[in-house]
């Protein structure tokens, strides 16, 4: 298992130099450098260039790509243009909110999903079932970015009840932090409660049609025993391949929804570094979001191939 | 593992058994029938029979939905019916030119990738690593390098879908690679490209089929973020996401700029994953238990 | 023509504005309490600033913020002239080549170091080593620090407006600590004089100031003058928080979770009028509209096809839809209460909107039927919005026009360009207020923003004002230079912007300026 571990772990590698790659193809190709946003709308051509010198910029691409893989090898992103601090520093400082807005809408989402999705399976063609699946249908419909302005103009406009943008951290008190997260993290759970319950409803069929059930139905046991003791562990499996999915799918969600409430996490950071052509800052705040991705779906790989023994050879 | 005979049973049924089968799905008619309006509401809008999507007047900026403006109008005094309208054409060019990319690339990369065993390990590290980044991150760095635009847009968003659709084809081609039937045709000397053409594509596009209603659809809602982030087509273009951006800043004292388009997005998007989900059950029956 | 604020009123939409600021009577008599230490307060912007590095510092959000911490030799008053702020006294050599500050003495850094003229002397050559504006201190041939509160700054060449230069709060010259100095930029400690002093910041979305106690105002002054004069911080902390959305701002400063926020909608503004917990604030003229013309790339290469969109222009149509009805009708490129603006301000082709004279303009330059690209940001709605109105104007004389949708980086990157584009609808937040001089690089000279190769008339007017010794005469020039932007359609004027601010009616004093000010106000 370790040996497979290290392999797996080993072949992350020339993934993420990929995304680094790709990143920094990119970031050059677009119009206007941080010379630009430093030196302002009526600057000089002379102004620009003397700050492009400043920065670094004037050298030929290769070598900047070069420096930067150099200081990557020692541990060192670099530092932001604009930031006053290293780009590890701001990624250290944003990834715990990005972190905490997708473990908040995962833990929203997974009894939610879940059990409306068993509860449709169990119902199956009844209109419990029906009326389940089509709200499901309507949460993965609908665009997050939409609703949490709709949530802004309800809960927070009209009710009064939650914050509209602005985050607290937890070490302002968790109670306030939790206050300042839930719009933002309702608007992306939404998406994935949808997707949780279709998925949860259509493994269980899965299951539930298998020669095991059915022999244990014969034997006559309680329906809601069948379920929970059978389908449910069986079912479990996909499932962490799910949980794998909704986090790919939060950390995507919340590079929107940190821009619209405002959030320091690592989405805005990105988007920010974007906007602002802060090259080191979109490098490496990619590069980190890349890896954790990776790392996230290579744990769920090796769970599935060691809950699952028919994959273990793969 | 009995996944290639299974998947490759539908195609193989009569045409009319398959088609009464389509009908009888209530999900897939709703489905289709809300991508059949789209289509209507998308030739309106062309032909311009919606009204002027860009006529400007001072004078009735902020108008609440009434009988002239049945959806109001914004802060240009523009109509938001005819805007909504007239984007539905410009959603639907979006999600069918993504789909045909994705379609198109996908198939092709997931095709070699899972018929050659040589170059699968270089191209599927190529697509992890397109699929290591958040795909709203990729498509707005895309946006940004190639520049605000329709067409910018829809290569933005046809990369970012692609490697998905690769993964989904080649795995569909592993499982029927080592079919009898395959085998049968590679041994009456059937060259690699006929073979895959012939044999191996037309057993592995039910999942495939399946996959590019979503990514009409993702591509639908992704459009409309990015819209919404300013790396859409540019202003005045009416796109429902550059809608709903211009409504953002009047949601409380003229919601109805940024509540129209988003139900369309909403609509349009339902029904097409009610058609998905339609065409899964009748294409692909693992998952339909009926 | 006519010009200036006719009726604003008209039009469902258009909101009520009036004078350079208004607040609710009732407030305005609460706003008579006597100031009270202590409180904070919460400032919603809705950019973030970029750096915290003075020196290196560009925009509007970053004086928001910066102006609190950090002051100036000279700095500007309330209308914008020259004033002197860490110096008390400035004697000006009758040739205008030596410049000599006596410092203000007893002035602590927020360390607790007092400010003598080292620091000053090592400020001044920072700046003059990294700042995007460093080339207001090129003419500098050196400066010396014959004691420790008397620093005399010689230029190479007689340059009259110097002082009109370096007082620009655009990339303020700011004296910092001397053992700052070393640092590149973004590397100091945001360590300086101003009555408030740096706590943290979170890179975007947040940056905290406090109270400075040691802070030693500028006794010969009974209040503040703009970012002058006798500044007293009452509060004890203010929070700078970044609020992109407006409708979050609006729902902020509702609840009470925000004291002052930026940039309010008019129609929202509006709304809030009617609580009397809240004072709207107009801020106006807070920006001018303005669009350079790219003489280089058909069709405006053409003077006449300039001049027919010059001509069909509905001013008051883009500034009305870019405002929601909050600005004024001006072509002038400086405000009314400017000593340059204008005598004869109604001679200058404006807010014209004759279609017909256009078409014939268009005839008569044998118009082909080229297309109009005009550049726009998006990071700045209103410009954008300015650009989709007359981007529907242009049309309507058979011009085909495509607007160009950039981030501000991409669009300034591409206005260097001059095959990219025609038109490119911008704004100038601070230049109008601080006068004419401002726009030399824009308007004049090898960088100049429409691309001409040779204007010798724009060029000699230039001469005429930087060498112009008295006002009247400077004055006479900046007329030729207006008059000569206008004529030739370089840059075409669109309006004078305003925002609403709104502010908690607790919040004492207020006045809106080019920055937001939380000194000398204070919570009742």
Redesign the interface.
Known sequence: MIEVILRRLI?TI???I??SL??FG??H??????A??????????D?VE??RQ??GLDRPLHIQMSVWYMNLLQGDLGN??????SVLQ?IQ?RLPTTLLLTAYSIVITMPLGIAAGLLAAYR??TWVDTAVMSVA??G???????LS??G??VF??ML?WL?????VPPSEGILACLQSLTLPAFSLAVFQIGLLARMTR?TT??V??QDFIRTARAKGLAEWKTVAKHALSNVMIPIITVVGLLV?VA???A??IE??????GV??????G????DYPV?QGS?LA??LI??LINLIVDLLYAYLDPRLRND | MTESTLQAVPLEKPRNQLLSRMLSHRGLVIGAGILVVMVLAGIVGLLGLAGDALKISYQSRFVEPSAEFVFGTDHYGRSIFSRVVTGTHLSLLIGISVVAITAVFGVLIGAIAGYFPRLDGLIMRCMDALMAFPPIMLAIAIAAALGAGLLNLIVALGITYTPRTARIVRAAVLGVRNSEYIESARLSGASDGRIIVKHVLPNSMAPVIVDLTFVFAYAILAEAALSFLGVGPPPPVPTWGNIIAEGRDYLVDAPWISIFPGLAIGFSVLGLNLLGDGLRDVLDPRLTSK | MRISRRDLFKGAATMGLAGQFSAHPLKLFAQTTTPTRGGSAVVAMNAATETIDPHFSRSQAARNILMHIYETLVTIDESGAPKLQLAEKLDVSDDFRVYTFTLRQGVTFHNGKEMTSEDVKRSLERYARISPEKVRLEPVESIDTPDAYTVVVTLNKSIPSWIELIKSPASPITIIPAEECDKGPNEIQPIATGPFEFVDWDGVTRLRIKRYEDYRPDETHQDRDGYGGRRVAYLDEVTFTVVSEASSRVSGIQSGQITIADDIPVPAARRLESDPMLAIYDRLPVSINLVPMNVQRAPTDNVLVRKAIQQVLNTEEIMGIATDGLFNLNPSFVYPDSEFYPGNVDQLVYNVSDTDRAKALLQEANYQGEEVVILTSSDIVSLQEAAVVMSEQIKSIGIPVRVQVLDWPGANAMRADPTAYNMFSTAYAIQPMLGPFQYQRLVSGDGNWFFYEEDNEMESAWEELLAAPSPEERRAAWDKIEFRLNDQAYLLKLGDRGIKQVAQARLQNFQPYDAIRMWNVWIS
């Open positions: 072949s020339p993934v993420l990929g995304v790709i990143t990119l970031i190709i677009i119009p206007g450098d941080p630009i946003v430093i030196a302002g709308p009526d600057a000089s051509v102004q003397s700050i400043l920065l932001s243009f604009m930031l006053g601090r701001a400082e199956q063609n249908l309507l993965v419909s609908v665009p997050s970015f939409w302005i709709m802004i103009l927070s406009v009064g914050p509209s943008s602005g985050y259509a069929l899965e539930l049609r790919n950390i995507a969600g590079v929107v821009q619209i409430f405002v959030l320091p989405g805005q950071l990105v988007v920010q974007i906007l602002r052509r979109i990619i979001v890349a991705l990776v």
